[in-house]
Structure formats: C-alpha cells, structure tokens
C-alpha cells in the first residue's frame, strides 16, 4: 500500500532502505494495463541518480532516477490493473459536465481549476506512481451523475462531491462542497439538466469544511431562518466545524498546502492529485448553522417528502459525523466512513487522533442495519457502488481495514514494539489488500498505523534516550559536528542518494539545513531527494508533502494559499469559543505580570461572562446571579454576540464601537487596548522544512 513498507517484517527493525511494497501481488498484462493509461510511459527512462546533478542550484525538478523507475515498473507488474471495473463505475450514470471545468469568484479569480489535470488522460510517466496515476484518473472525472432517479451527484466541482435528492417540491442538498462558488456552480449544472427546482433542504454529513463550506452557493440565511430550508446535522457539528478551523486552523492550514499540494505545478512532476478528491476549492468558505441536530442513531426525519433515518457515527472520520439510508432509493449515504482509499486516522495536516476501533464498529452497525437493504451506496467522495452484494463485501473489507490496523498495532505495541516499528511491520491480508478502494492514496499504512499507536501511548516511546532529546536546530548541529562537519553530511547524504536510499539522504540532509539553512548544496540535494521519494509515493498525500518540501527548498516560501478562517465561520463563534481563541494569542512571557478582571455582559443572550487574566493565563467564565464572584471588575464591556465578536475575532475598533453605541463602557476602558498588546499574531508562513 504505502511504498516505503517492506514484504518482510523481521527486515523492518532498523531498516532504512526506501523500497516499494510488493504485498497483494496481482499480475497485470500489457494491454490492461494500456487500457487504463499506464504502460509504455515507464520504459526508457535515463537513469539520473547522480547526487551530484541532484545538488545544482536549480528551480527545476529533478528526473526520476533509475532506482525509482524499476520500482515503478515493479508496481506495474505486481498490481491488478486488469481489474478496470472502477472505470465503468465512475462513468455510470453520467449526464453532463461543466465546460470548461473552472469556476471563478466574483473578482474573476480562478477558484477550480480542473482544466489543468488535462495530462492524466495521457499514459503513466516515470515520475508518478502508475497505482496513483490510476486513481487520480478516475478522480479527475467531473460533471453531473445519476446515482438513481432521484439521486444527483455534483462530482469534480472540489474535493468533494454534493449530493442532491430530489424531493416532493425541491432538492435537498448533501455537503455543499469547500467554497461558495463551486457549490454554485454545482447545482447551476444539475439545475440545466434537472430544472431549475428550489432548495428545500440541506444536510451536512461531518464537521470538515469540504461538507459544509459552500452553503451558502446552494441558499442563503435567509431561507433557513425563515424555517423554508431545515439543515441536518449530526450533534455537536458546529461547536467541531468553528473548534477544528479557528482554534489550529492557521497551522493546520498552512499545512493543508502542504498535503494537498494547492500551490505545486499541476503536472507528471507536480500535483497530481490528493487521492480523495483532485485538490481543495480556493473560494468563499461560508457556514450556515444547523437547523436541527440528529442526536441518535435510527432516528427518522422527512424533508420535502424525503424519508431519511440516521445513524449517527461521533469519532470515525470526524467527531461528528452520520451516515443515513433513503428507504424509498434504497440508497445508502455513507459520508466519508467509507470510500474508494484507506482513510487517515490522523490527518498529515493535523487532527485530533481518530479511533479506528469505534471506526470499525460503526462499518458493522451500518451492515447490519442498512447493507441488506441497499441497492446503491454512495459517499461524498469518489464513486457510488451499486449491488447489494458489492455494498455489503466494500463495508465489511473498509471494516476490516481499520480494525485490522487497529488489532494488529495493539498487538505488537503490547510486544514492545513502538509506534515507527510497528509502521514497518505489519503487512495488510492478502483479500483487503487486493481491492483497489483499500490502498493508501490518502490515508496509509504507515501513518495509520502511528497514529493509533499516539492514540493509545503518546509521543513518548518508552525509551528514555528519547525523553528530553534536542529540538531541530540545537540536534542538527549536533550532528553534523559528529558526522565531521557539513563535509562529512554531503558525503554520507550523496552515497545514500545515489543508492537510492532516499529516507537516509533526507534524514542527513535534514540535519544539515537545520544547523546552517544557507547551506545550497544541502537543499538542493534535499529538495532532489524530496522529489524521488514523491514520485515513487502510491499516497497522493506523501506525494505532495515531498514535493511541496522540494518546491519551497527550490523557490521559496509559498506560504497558506489558502484562507484559514472565513467572516462566516468566525461569525459562528460562541461566546466560550471567542475567549478560547483571544486565550490562544496571549503571549505568556508578555502577560506574566500583568492582572486584569472585566466583565462582558452579552445582551442578547442574557448572561454576563467574566474574564481574568493573570499569570499569563485567561480564565473565562459564565457568573452566575446571586452567587459571589472573585471581586469587582477594571471594567464592564455591554454588548452583543456579534459584537463581540467584531472587537475581539473580526478586526474591528472598539472604540468606534464604543463611538457607535454598540459597546457601553464601565470602569476603564483601556483595558481592551491593554490585552491587544499582549496577543501575538499567527504566521500562515511559517517555516516547514527550513528552522
């Protein structure tokens, strides 16, 4: 699955070699293989492995080396690309497309962009892995597909796919993908096909941007208020959608870039996709809040004449999310729990840890309460699966995946074993490892298989020699010292590149940029290292980490392409979650001594909350009436929510707040200004593969 696994596990321990897995070993022929594009590229190519033409300063990429390519063309042989059932499943149902396949924002800017994934129709270079080739082809497929009569579905518009049902009077509108724009432009295709019918509902499946980011593309605020458009969502969804995009979301964000390589060259030596969908949107994300919260699972709603009934799955892909079963389709919405690539049970970008042993025992509650009902399942990603048959054996092998993953790392951790052993070692059963849908294009063995093993132990491996160890910079010197100098890293790093021992170059090198980041020769060596270990990654994900390390090590910084927070996500913030976020920005050091009580009194939601900054701490609470508090407060602040949050999350002046009559002051005023001094501003550019 994840091409830096061995086939044998008692070869793992301490081993270093990069090396393609060879596990579910399936023979292909030559013409399956040219039937899906990928073939007689991977023949032919030069063998540039040299490490001294990798360390050239050069903005430029470096060839596939001859290590890589044999690799490659293994992975050609050994994978069941006679297997092209996908193909026809991807195409099914298809009605039209959007022509051409951008969209753009109010301004003009491109926001999608799927016009630039033109080269995959062509046959699988050396610089891609030929399983990932395959998949981004089918995942590049865009426009509006028939699930079954009554069942749309948007896909190619984002990373995501929107979902439309068609009711009595309307559509009822499934995860309206990242951005305003895209999800407009989605529903504007079906609408040309389908007739121009009213939104009549919508349901978000989980608490990711990409499911519920564009709503306000396929309605407004308005509509929903007015009681005419109801919106679903699975409990506790809007406190996770504002926690997980405000709270990190700056770092997280910054490293999405990274994951889904928004700002890499789209080509065979670039961005080829991200496994579960093409890459994000780079629109207006929106947020509309729930309506009415589904709290438990077999619980039956109707909207516009739909019948819905839900289970609800907290703590598999996201910690709120659902799945749910239309009766009268016979149609199973299997949101993200389930869809054609092994998922993350932690994301690169960041997340908290998911748990893939409640992931696994959801699968099975989905089987036994829907699979033998179902005659279609789809999810908001990647393609539907038709066939009572096919629905239940995809659901029980996903199942079997996680819980495999799960069983297996609980088992050797409890040997001893600790959490980059355990990556290397465990090996997937033959029957999950030969579906396509199981293989790691966005999650993967590797870092599933640490991420459980952080779930259950933590950072802290056991061994003391890795308790208190040397952070980056003070480490890298160290090291180099030890290896003789930047001299002596070079020449360990340059037998390593040269024998196709990328993990150790990139291990060396690392050291290096950490311990004299104008070193060129060290990044560019580093950035060509980068690029091999990208090129010969099956995971999209992998893929775009290394190359996006090798393009800022190449070019420079390019930063967080992408927004972190939109006005409407902000505008969604509690009370408790505005004070979170002020919390996080205190710079302690600068705080240590300063004291500060004052009291916010929120007008509209009757209740008067008390913050108290001291100790470089801020402590928040609700006062309760008639109870005594910790003593008077420096002063009063009279407001309302959305007030509040425009002083203190939302940019805007207080005092003009106070000038206007939205802001009544008691007490000293100045005690705002006072806590902005002390608040440190977040860097969406902050360094990643440099100190």
């Not at 090396?19 to 030069?46: D, K």
């Not at 396929?218 to 997980?244: C, I, K, M, W, Y």
């Not at 077999?298 to 609800?312: A, H, L, N, S, Y």
């Not at 042993?357 to 036994?368: F, P």
Request: charged fraction near 20%.
């Amino acid at each position: 699955m994840v091409d830096e696994v061995r086939d044998e596990a008692e070869n793992h321990r301490g081993a270093g070699r990069f090396t393609f897995s060879r596990r579910g070993v399936i023979g292909a022929g030559a013409a399956a293989l040219a039937a899906v594009g990928v073939g007689s590229a991977l023949t032919g190519c030069a063998d540039d492995d040299q490490a001294t033409d990798a360390e050239q300063t050069t903005k430029t990429a470096v060839d596939p080396s001859g290590k890589i390519v044999d690799q490659q063309r293994a992975a050609q042989s050994s994978l069941p690309f006679s297997d092209t059932a996908d193909f026809a499943d991807t195409d099914r149902g298809f009605l039209a497309k959007l022509e051409p396949d951008t969209v753009k924002d109010a301004d003009g800017k491109v926001v999608w962009d799927n016009e630039s994934y033109g080269f995959l129709q062509g046959s699988c270079p050396n610089s891609v892995h030929p399983s990932l080739w395959r998949q981004s082809q089918l995942v590049v497929k865009q426009g509006l597909y028939e699930v079954v009569p009554g069942i749309y579905q948007i896909r190619g518009l984002d990373l995501s796919n929107m979902t439309i049902i068609e009711g009595d009077t309307g559509v009822v509108v499934i995860d309206p993908l990242i951005s305003v724009e895209t999800a407009k432009a989605g529903l504007e295709l079906y609408r040309s096909k389908r007739g121009n019918r009213p939104v009549t509902g919508m349901i978000y499946t989980h608490s990711h941007v990409d499911h519920f980011g564009g709503a306000m593309g396929v309605t407004t605020v308005e509509d929903v208020n007015s009681g005419r458009v109801p919106v679903l969502a699975p409990q506790g969804f809007l406190e996770h959608a504002v926690a997980e995009n405000i709270y990190a979301g700056t770092a997280m964000t910054r490293r999405s870039a990274y994951m889904y390589g928004a700002a890499l060259p789209r080509g065979d030596k670039g961005q080829v996709g991200a496994g579960l969908g093409m890459t994000t949107s780079l629109g207006t994300v929106s947020l509309i809040a729930p309506t009415k919260d589904i709290t438990r699972t077999g619980q039956e709603e109707v909207i516009d004449g739909v019948k819905i009934v839900f289970q609800i799955t907290p703590g598999t892909e996201a910690p709120s999310e659902m799945n749910f079963y239309f009766p009268d389709h016979r149609a199973l919405c299997m949101a993200e729990n389930a869809t054609h690539t092994l998922h993350n049970i932690v994301t690169l970008r960041g997340a908290v840890v998911r748990d893939a042993h409640v992931w696994a025992k959801y699968l099975t509650e989905t089987i036994n309460m829907f699979g033998n009902k179902s005659d279609v399942a789809f999810a908001s990603h990647h393609w539907p699966a038709w066939g009572t048959d096919k629905i239940v054996e995809w659901l029980g092998l996903q199942r079997d995946t996680y819980g495999y993953l799960h069983d297996q790392t609980l088992r050797l951790l409890n040997q001893g074993y600790v959490g980059t052993e355990i990556a290397e070692m465990i090996q997937m059963p033959p029957a999950i490892q030969a579906k396509w849908y199981n293989h790691g294009y966005y999650g993967s063995v590797s870092h599933d298989v640490k991420a459980i093993y952080q779930r259950y132990m933590g950072w802290f491996d056991g061994n003391p020699a890795h308790l208190w160890e040397h952070p980056p910079v003070d480490s890298g010197k160290r090291h180099v010292e030890a290896m003789g100098g930047a001299d002596g890293v070079l020449k360990t790093a340059r037998k390593a590149y040269s024998d196709g021992d990328y993990r150790w170059a990139v291990q060396v090198l690392n050291y290096l940029i950490f311990a004299d980041p104008n070193n060129q020769q060290a990044k560019m060596l580093q950035a060509s290292a980068f690029e091999q270990l990208g090129y010969g990654s099956e995971n999209a994900t992998w893929r775009n980490f290394y190359l996006s390390g090798a393009y800022e090590l190449r070019n420079g910084s390019f930063g967080t392409p992408t927004k972190a927070n939109s006005a409407s996500l902000i505008a969604a913030l509690t009370v408790e979650q505005v004070f979170d976020s002020v919390a996080l920005l205190i710079n302690g050091p600068k705080a240590w001594d300063m004291k500060m009580v004052t009291d916010w009194v929120i007008t509209d939601e009757n209740r008067t909350h008390r913050v108290d900054l001291h100790n470089g701490v801020l402590v928040h609470y609700d006062k309760i009436p008639g109870e005594p508090d910790s003593g008077p407060a420096d002063a009063t602040f009279t407001l309302s929510r959305p007030t509040l949050i425009g002083v203190l999350a939302g940019g805007k002046d207080i005092a003009d707040a106070v000038k206007s009559g939205a802001v009544r002051v008691s007490g000293d005023p100045s005690k705002v200004k006072q806590l902005k001094e002390v608040l440190d501003k977040p860097d969406p550019n902050f360094a990643i593969v440099t100190p």
